[in-house]
């Protein structure tokens, strides 16, 4: 498997109105835009960051992820994404590893990218990411 870079960096947050705030005002990141993903009951608002952005995940459901993950945690950092050169690839060379995966095979996420998660458990707690654009 061959990592490309930090992909992006997922925040939940209850209110993205509410983060924008900070992400634009007082650390000066720039707002480009949102989406919403229905069959993962997020939105996610974009601000790109040199050569990764940080994304803001909203919840759009009460039984959401997002939501689950900040009625369990908090807000906060929910994921960490890496960019990877073949995703399918990638998940089987992963998983012929014993790594515990969320998903088998890649969806399509926001920005249209190609995503599947690993699970926290094989992660030492970490939430990741992996996708393709």
């Keep these: 498997m061959k990592i490309l870079k930090v992909d992006h960096i997922g925040i939940a947050v209850k209110s993205i109105d509410e983060a924008r705030k900070l992400y634009e005002q007082l650390l000066g990141l720039h707002y480009e835009g949102s989406e919403t993903v229905e069959e993962q009951k997020t939105t996610t608002a974009f601000f790109p960051a040199g050569d990764t952005e940080v994304e803001l995940l909203e919840s759009t459901s009460p ?30 060379e992963l998983k012929k590893q014993g790594v515990r995966l969320i998903d088998e095979k890649p969806r399509i996420g926001a920005g249209g990218a190609k995503i599947a998660f ?13 996708c393709e654009r």
């Design 118 to 130: 690993l699970h926290p458990k094989s992660t030492f707690g970490v939430l990741v990411e992996l």
């Design 63 to 92: 039984d959401g992820p997002v939501a689950k993950f900040i009625e369990k945690k908090g807000e906060g950092i929910h994921h960490i994404a890496f960019r990877v050169e073949n995703l399918e690839e990638a998940l089987e």
